[in-house]
């Protein structure tokens, strides 16, 4: 693949030439949809004016999946660059300029966070040294794609205009690059930091950069997500080489802790949401996250979970969805709804029963699993373990066996979990149908 861009006045636009075999990913699941893309920077940033190595992992990070066996991006990178990608991908990234030392941070540069507005992100900025920078993806329909609809933005754009008041340093990168992909989004996990590394020199730059993964993501599901939002990779080495090592504060934390620390500081709550589908003020109460989190909170503070609201809540097409599928994503937050769930509503008990809410031990999913120090910069592990340990408490060894043997968990597997996953299912099926014909009735 060879890679042709332009810049002016902040502008940068891309082209991508693949080659026959490079219209797909490895699975062929995935596919590259469109072969250009823009990004808008500050309308005094180019492409000179930052490390050659810095562009390339911007570029690796758009269209990595659909790199054969090398890519041009057009300009030299440094051999400790081109070697270390090569170690982790097998794949050449060219061309090599061997007399460019690697990328070093500035003196005075700060932490960057791909700040996206949601729970884990915002509970990221609650951790982070006060001098850190937010850098928002403000991901644009291209202009030729008028049939596609985008999330509302509003509560986001509420909150970099709250923190931008609050003196925090805040940028709005808008960009198309997720249409690269199809289906749409983001190639990588970690793609969503490619406005942050484009910035890295710009100024006074950045040292580290972090986002909002959390522990589901970064430990209890690792299989799945090193399989389909990694590639297999370590890309923190890849950082490394740039000197802008990954700082995830959040892997640590389950969304249950995640949640616990952002109503404990009270900071951001005015503005935070997880939806992307609701309003500026208020979430669409018809998604995947909706469903999860508004049964954790009432979980997290005792809450009395009405029937009604249950019955609403498994309504959500995303959610049933979800549920239907082995093994179930998220499982471990259902282990903590349902185990503190008191009620007898027929899907709850059957949900309590599916995913063992009334023997596993849950209340770890409120604390700080420490081994993540791993995930988060050196240079600030110690304020960041400071400030983790005022919001909550750290798990003990015998809690820590629990995050780490979760991955292997294959109940599942099993022909007693899948008759009990069936049995949900029904009562799912049977619950919809019920409700959807109380419906029609209503408006008749």
């Not at 797909?24 to 072969?35: H, V």
């Not at 710009?202 to 589901?216: A, K, Q």
């Not at 979430?283 to 049964?295: D, H």
């Not at 969805?321 to 709850?348: C, D, S, W």
Request: aromatic share 12%; charged share 30%.
């Amino acid at each position: 693949m060879k890679v042709d861009f332009t810049c002016k006045r902040g502008l940068l636009k891309l082209k991508f030439f693949p080659k026959i075999n490079e219209r797909s990913d490895y699975t062929g699941n995935i596919k590259m949809e469109r072969e250009a893309c823009f990004i808008r920077m500050p309308e005094d940033w180019t492409v000179d004016s930052i490390h050659p190595d810095l562009f390339a992992m911007a570029i690796v990070l758009i269209v990595y999946p659909f790199i054969y066996d090398e890519i041009d991006i057009g300009i030299g990178v440094s051999k400790s660059f081109h070697d270390e990608f090569l170690r982790i991908t097998g794949k050449k990234i060219l061309p090599v300029n061997k007399t460019l030392k690697p990328r070093k941070s500035k003196k005075n540069a700060r932490p960057a966070l791909a700040f996206s507005g949601g729970v884990d992100s915002t509970v990221a900025l609650t951790l982070l040294p006060e001098e850190t920078c937010c850098v928002f993806v403000d991901r644009v329909v291209p202009k030729d794609m008028t049939n596609q609809t985008l999330y509302n933005k509003e509560f986001v754009y509420n909150a970099c205009n709250y923190l931008s008041r609050l003196g925090k340093g805040v940028y709005t990168i808008e960009t198309d690059f997720e249409y690269i992909r199809s289906p749409r989004g983001f190639v990588i996990e970690y793609s969503t930091s490619v406005p942050a590394i484009l910035l890295a020199d710009y100024n006074n730059g950045f040292d580290s950069i972090s986002s909002g993964t959390v522990l589901e993501s970064a430990y209890l599901e690792f299989k799945d997500f090193n399989a389909t939002r990694l590639y297999h990779i370590d890309w923190r080495n890849l950082f490394n080489v740039i000197d802008l090592p990954r700082n995830d504060v959040t892997a640590g934390l389950s969304n249950v802790a995640t949640l616990k620390i952002l109503y404990k500081d009270q900071r951001y709550i005015d503005f935070v949401k997880s939806c992307m589908s609701g309003d500026r003020v208020s979430t669409c109460f018809n998604c995947w996250k909706c469903f999860r989190k508004t049964l954790i909170l009432k979980a997290l503070f005792g809450d009395e979970i009405q029937d009604t609201l249950i019955d609403e809540l498994f309504l959500i097409t995303e959610a049933r969805t979800y549920l239907r599928r082995l093994p179930i994503r998220f499982e471990n937050q259902f282990v903590y709804i349902t185990a503190k769930y008191q009620g007898n509503h027929p899907l709850m008990v059957l949900l309590k029963r599916l995913t063992k809410g009334d023997r596993l031990e849950y209340e770890w999913m409120e604390k700080w699993y420490s081994p993540s120090r791993e995930h988060i910069s050196k240079k600030y592990c110690n304020v960041i373990e400071s400030n983790i340990r005022k919001y909550v408490e750290t798990m003990s060894k015998k809690e820590e066996v629990i995050v780490q043997r979760w991955e292997s968990r294959e109940d599942y597997r099993t022909k007693t979990y899948q008759e009990q996953h069936q049995k949900f299912i029904d009562a799912m099926i049977t619950h919809r149908n019920v409700f959807k014909n109380h419906l029609l009735m209503q408006k008749k």
